[in-house]
């Protein structure tokens, strides 16, 4: 199978992209300067308690309070292989304002704030470290019985002290026992800093935060077995040749720096397919197609047989659109990072071997997911519940956002997407032998375009000897612009125009 990673940054922020033989199996992206806050722990103060609830929330800094379940005995290690020690650590009867730590574990969703623990973990590329949970635990993917025993003895000899523990990761295997103890006092010495940073820290600081995107993904993503890893940026191209280094498993050559003067992501058809992931219709090869429906507790997905009339009988036929409708499922759901309830809507089928066979064959691709995913057995209905474990945000936060003219019931797309597209056809003008660019856009896109600076960095680099000019608009929806090149020695513009930068 042929396994592709991409690589981007521009307009302050940074892209990933995974292709598996041609289909793009999972998209990311996060702003340069905040980022991603799922790991980082803060210095947080309980704001109110909720005995009925066993829940209190926590001013941790961030926009909304963030939700701790005060019931929980430990954090979720449930997709490890592991048991808990004798050692357990009681929660502490909290009150308003008690100052405590906390790591997020789920990020903020809709109108509610992130979901933090007290269990805190510090991830390193073979180990995960738990302070204070008595866990050693080992990922199911390693699967040999004498190299599992090897590695969860020498997890256990690593431990200094009860009600500590680890998890062994995928890649520790690759790890030498001395690879492995240097981590771990590694990982250790980044909790013991963090202890002390807290003491003096006011409360809403950031105790430890968690690697960027490029990181995270080089970390615990991308295995031996990638084909390529594409990279569209320079900078970020020598920072990810660094980080192949320490990895040490993966050959420096399958590393390149996009050298084409078009936008990396179009040029590989990367771009039309994460618009397609915003986007709540899903064709299938044989014709049917998907219909994903976004709602506040749950995604709805509804398969129909579409334009496929089959050439057996009826039973047959949706039975062939069921099988290939769970394989896309299971893409659709890790692309777009789904979390939480799932319930799929499956063409009715009167065959229990038929409904078994389709049940297996999402189970088999789910099961795929670094994500860890729960289903249920088919109901008489045609009806299949599973969940997916959040990690993350999902795609849509990223491509959309609200429309204000329908009371938040439809969708627009983001800000920085309809950039993204600007740029891209701007790269496209210049790689066309225009030397200057026209846009026309909406008022308030270029507002933000001038203001947070999301093209400087294209302009005094890459485009120095090019001119780009901006027709701000009132009247044009965020979503419309136009680029047009222009080779003319004297240009015709409004008024209103303004030369970037």
Same mark, same amino acid.
């Given at each position: $199978?042929?396994?592709?990673?991409?690589?981007?940054?521009?307009?302050?922020?940074?892209?990933?992209?995974?292709? &598996?033989?041609?289909?793009?199996?999972?998209?990311?992206?996060?702003?340069?300067?905040?980022?991603?806050?799922?790991?980082?722990?803060?210095?947080?103060?309980?704001?109110?308690?909720?005995?009925?609830?066993?829940?209190?929330?926590?001013?941790?800094?961030?926009?909304?309070?963030?939700?701790?379940?005060?019931?929980?005995?430990?954090?979720?290690?449930?997709?490890?292989?592991?048991?808990?020690?004798?050692?357990?650590?009681?929660?502490?009867?909290?009150?308003?304002?008690?100052?405590?730590?906390?790591?997020?574990?789920?990020?903020?969703?809709?109108?509610?704030?992130?979901?933090?623990?007290?269990?805190?973990?510090?991830?390193?590329?073979?180990?995960?470290?738990?302070?204070?949970?008595?866990?050693?635990?080992?990922?199911?993917?390693?699967?040999?019985? &004498?190299?599992?025993?090897?590695?969860?003895?020498?997890?256990?000899? $690593?431990?200094?002290?009860?009600?500590?523990?680890?998890?062994?990761?995928?890649?520790?295997?690759?790890?030498?026992?001395?690879?492995?103890?240097?981590?771990?006092?590694?990982?250790?010495?980044?909790?013991?800093?963090?202890?002390?940073?807290? @003491?003096?820290?006011?409360?809403?600081?950031?105790?430890? @935060?968690?690697?960027?995107?490029?990181?995270?993904?080089?970390?615990?993503?991308?295995? &031996?077995?990638?084909?390529?890893?594409?990279?569209?940026?320079?900078?970020?191209?020598?920072?990810?040749?660094?980080?192949?280094?320490?990895?040490?498993?993966?050959?420096?050559?399958?590393?390149?720096?996009?050298?084409?003067?078009?936008?990396?992501?179009?040029?590989?058809?990367?771009?039309?397919?994460?618009?397609?992931?915003?986007?709540?219709?899903? $064709?299938?090869?044989?014709?049917?197609?998907?219909?994903?429906?976004?709602?506040?507790?749950?995604?709805?997905?509804?398969?129909?047989?579409?334009?496929?009339?089959?050439?057996?009988?009826?039973?047959?036929?949706?039975?062939?659109?069921?099988?290939?409708?769970?394989?896309?499922?299971?893409?659709?759901?890790?692309?777009?990072?789904?979390?939480?309830?799932?319930?799929?809507?499956?063409?009715?089928?009167?065959?229990?071997?038929?409904?078994?066979?389709?049940?297996?064959?999402?189970?088999?691709?789910?099961?795929?997911?670094?994500?860890?995913?729960?289903?249920?057995?088919?109901?008489?209905?045609?009806?299949?519940?599973?969940?997916?474990?959040?990690?993350?945000?999902?795609?849509?936060?990223?491509?959309?956002?609200?429309?204000?003219?329908?009371?938040?019931?439809?969708?627009?797309?983001?800000?920085?997407?309809?950039?993204?597209?600007?740029?891209?056809?701007?790269?496209?003008?210049?790689?066309?032998?225009?030397?200057?660019?026209?846009?026309?856009?909406?008022?308030?896109?270029?507002?933000?375009?001038? @203001?947070?600076?999301?093209?400087?960095?294209?302009?005094?680099?890459?485009?120095?000897?090019?001119?780009?000019?901006?027709?701000?608009? @009132?009247?044009?929806?965020?979503?419309?612009?136009?680029?047009?090149?222009?080779?003319?020695?004297?240009?015709?513009?409004?008024?209103?125009?303004?030369?970037?930068?």
């Amino acid at each position: $199978m042929k396994k592709e990673w991409f690589f981007d940054r521009y307009c302050g922020q940074q892209f990933v992209a995974f292709m &598996e033989d041609g289909k793009l199996v999972e998209f990311a992206a996060e702003e340069e300067s905040g980022g991603e806050i799922v790991g980082n722990i803060y210095k947080g103060r309980v704001m109110n308690v909720l005995s009925g609830m066993q829940a209190a929330f926590v001013a941790c800094g961030l926009e909304r309070n963030c939700y701790l379940s005060m019931g929980e005995s430990y954090t979720d290690y449930n997709k490890y292989d592991g048991t808990m020690g004798e050692t357990t650590w009681q929660q502490p009867e909290w009150k308003p304002g008690d100052e405590i730590i906390v790591q997020v574990v789920q990020p903020p969703r809709g109108n509610k704030g992130a979901k933090v623990t007290t269990h805190l973990s510090f991830v390193g590329k073979n180990l995960i470290y738990l302070p204070n949970t008595d866990f050693i635990g080992i990922s199911r993917k390693i699967t040999e019985e &004498e190299l599992r025993a090897n590695l969860l003895l020498t997890a256990e000899r $690593m431990r200094d002290r009860a009600g500590e523990g680890f998890i062994v990761r995928t890649q520790a295997p690759f790890a030498s026992r001395k690879e492995l103890k240097k981590e771990s006092e590694y990982l250790k010495n980044l909790w013991r800093a963090m202890l002390r940073r807290a @003491k003096d820290a006011p409360v809403g600081s950031v105790l430890h @935060k968690e690697e960027d995107l490029p990181a995270r993904v080089m970390r615990d993503s991308i295995g &031996e077995d990638v084909t390529a890893i594409r990279v569209g940026d320079r900078s970020l191209y020598e920072r990810i040749v660094e980080l192949v280094r320490l990895r040490g498993d993966i050959s420096e050559r399958k590393v390149t720096l996009y050298a084409g003067e078009r936008s990396m992501l179009r040029e590989y058809g990367i771009s039309p397919l994460v618009y397609a992931a915003a986007q709540p219709q899903v $064709m299938l090869e044989s014709g049917g197609y998907l219909v994903i429906d976004h709602t506040e507790a749950m995604t709805v997905v509804d398969v129909n047989t579409g334009s496929f009339v089959g050439d057996v009988n009826l039973e047959e036929t949706v039975f062939r659109v069921n099988l290939e409708a769970a394989r896309e499922i299971a893409r659709q759901v890790r692309l777009r990072n789904v979390g939480g309830i799932v319930v799929v809507d499956f063409i009715d089928m009167t065959d229990e071997g038929h409904k078994a066979a389709v049940t297996a064959e999402l189970t088999e691709c789910l099961s795929r997911d670094k994500a860890k995913c729960r289903i249920l057995p088919m109901s008489d209905l045609c009806l299949t519940e599973f969940t997916r474990k959040r990690v993350g945000n999902d795609v849509l936060s990223y491509l959309v956002k609200p429309c204000g003219d329908c009371t938040g019931r439809g969708y627009v797309p983001a800000d920085i997407f309809v950039v993204a597209h600007i740029r891209a056809d701007i790269l496209d003008r210049f790689a066309d032998g225009y030397k200057a660019v026209i846009v026309e856009l909406n008022e308030g896109i270029m507002q933000r375009i001038l @203001k947070e600076g999301l093209l400087r960095e294209e302009v005094s680099g890459a485009w120095r000897d090019k001119q780009v000019y901006m027709v701000p608009h @009132k009247t044009f929806a965020e979503k419309k612009y136009s680029v047009r090149g222009d080779n003319s020695g004297v240009l015709t513009l409004p008024d209103k125009a303004q030369l970037l930068y």
